[in-house]
């Protein structure tokens, strides 16, 4: 990451976007819960926060969101894909 991004105190050390928003990883070593994930949108928008106080389940916590949204996109896109599937059979007939 280039510039430096701060939310409520904590700094923006990871970022992984998916599709139109991102999940973060946050530190902020005054806080008790020292770690968070955050999704994101905009580059600023920072919500559904899962606070953390140890690195390592924050870096889990990162990645299992991350492939829960990957997952939803590719279950909505296998979704999408059979219904042009069908129009195009409905189509042939």
């Known amino acids: 990451m280039s510039e430096e991004r701060m939310n409520q105190g904590y700094k923006i050390i990871q970022a992984i976007p998916v599709g139109e928003v991102e999940y973060v ?3 902020n070593i005054k806080n008790p819960d020292r770690f968070v994930t955050w999704e994101c949108s905009g580059k600023d928008n920072y919500y559904w926060g899962h606070y953390l106080n140890d690195q390592l389940s924050a870096i889990k916590d990162l990645c299992q969101r991350t492939m829960d949204k990957v997952e939803f996109y590719q279950q909505w896109q296998e979704k999408v894909n059979q219904g042009k599937q069908r ?7």
Not at 87 to 93: A, D, F, K, L, P
């Open 25 to 27: 990883l946050g530190v």
């Open 87 to 93: 129009n195009s059979q409905e189509r042939e007939r």
